[in-house]
DNA sequence: ATAGGGTATTTTGTATACAATTTTGATAGA
DNA sequence: TCTATCAAAATTGTATACAAAATACCCTAT
């Protein structure tokens, strides 16, 4: 019996430590990532360090440039578009085999995912309702059974709230409208009509395409011609 | 004027040198690969070889496992069944759209690629042939624009390729439809036809899991109840 | 003032030494 | 013969020192 206990090395914790801040914003796109002042902040050595930026690499979170280090990336608005494109797909997709795969507990637990989203809004907590709404996308690619699938929305959905988040202006009646395609994917998955569900979910993501090159079209500006 | 020539580190050439080396079966799936043997191997010490490891491991073909070091990996066949139904997606939609997308010139270069299979296989020469193939798929997801979609299709395309060829027996007949299936995707997306490009490519992938699953199995049971 | 160049500083890249963990293999006991 | 145990060996994880490259800064010339 081989029963091993979740190891913890030092440059796995670093790893979890700057994916969280990445995520949280402390680390703003384009800006380096100088080792040092990692290893101050961890207390750890540089090695670890250098390791844990590799593997956050593997997410997309930074960009290493040879004897330059390591960057939280700027996508071109090129890059932006297909990224959407790109998973406009993959939720699609995620959307049509969940109309036929998914249990019915996948179902009622999708279904309270969207009524705590609901209920962020309506109480004002908009972290509370990004977070119902990520859960309900990766648990609506859950219900497909494919784990590389999901891993790979996963992966497509933090890289582009990364830059979703830039700007929190001119997002009047955004939300709602969100809870209302989430509304409309979900039902059309629970009557099994998997090309409908399809659909809506390939038109909920390019519709918000617009938001995101908006915020990411602003932080280009803001920055400059970067280097 | 900041012109930046090609910068070769040491990690980077070992990365190209060991990407290489596992395509080419070197590293057969499962085994582990130590270390201390590719400093000897490459002349290098140990940091840029993990450095070039944890390189790999973004493009799936090694995993890294704690205080064990990183291995080739072998999915378990319900991994492989997710890889393909991910891929026949994505080479449908590239199908699709490319077919709408494509220009003029890429289309005759991919009509020359699917000359060159076919040479391939009149003279007997697999690798050619494999090669020529892979091309294809490429050039034809290129043809969409995507760079992001490209770069996924690589990678899922490369991370199959090495289990397929881990079983060259009971391939009667399959080289021919291959170049067949090929074939009738390229017609439709010459016809500017999208829905049944997308059909044909994802029918083409789908046919070839059968393939790879019997090779993948084989191997399974050879390497017994994997550690 | 500004552009160019060269040196000092900073930062990343690599090698090596040591620590921690796993694996191996031999031995003892059932 | 098989299993369990424990020490030795092998292997990975981390820290540190040094090398190479990039950046920053000052100085000079125009």
Chains 1, 2 share one sequence.
Not at 32 to 53: C, D, F, H, Y
Not at 161 to 179: E, F, H, I, M, V
Request: aromatic share 6%.
């Amino acid at each position: 019996m081989d029963i091993r206990v979740e190891v913890r090395t030092v440059s796995r914790v670093a790893y979890d430590h700057l994916y969280r801040m990445i995520l949280a914003g402390e680390f703003l796109p384009g800006q380096w990532i100088k080792e040092r002042q990692l290893t101050e902040l961890l207390g750890i050595s540089r090695t670890p360090v250098r390791e844990a930026l590799r593997m956050l690499e593997q997410e997309r979170l930074v960009v290493s440039i040879p004897h330059r280090g390591f960057r939280v990336p700027i996508p071109t608005i090129k890059e932006l578009e297909d990224f959407y494109e790109l998973r406009a797909e993959l939720e699609g997709m995620a959307a049509r085999l969940a109309a036929t795969r998914a249990a019915e507990a996948d179902l009622s637990h999708l279904k309270s995912l969207w009524e705590a989203a609901q209920e962020g809004l309506r109480v004002g907590d908009a972290t509370a309702m990004a977070e119902s709404n990520d859960a309900f996308h990766h648990s609506l690619a859950q219900c497909t059974g494919n784990a590389e699938l999901v891993s790979s929305l996963d992966r497509l959905r933090t890289g582009i709230d990364l830059y979703r988040n830039l700007s929190w202006s001119a997002q009047k009646g955004r939300p709602a409208l969100t809870l209302e395609q989430h509304q409309r994917i979900l039902t059309f998955v629970c009557q099994r009509n998997g090309p409908a569900a399809q659909d809506s979910a390939r038109t909920h993501i390019l519709d918000s395409l617009a938001l995101a090159k908006q915020g990411l079209q602003s932080f280009h500006h803001q920055s400059g011609p970067n280097e």
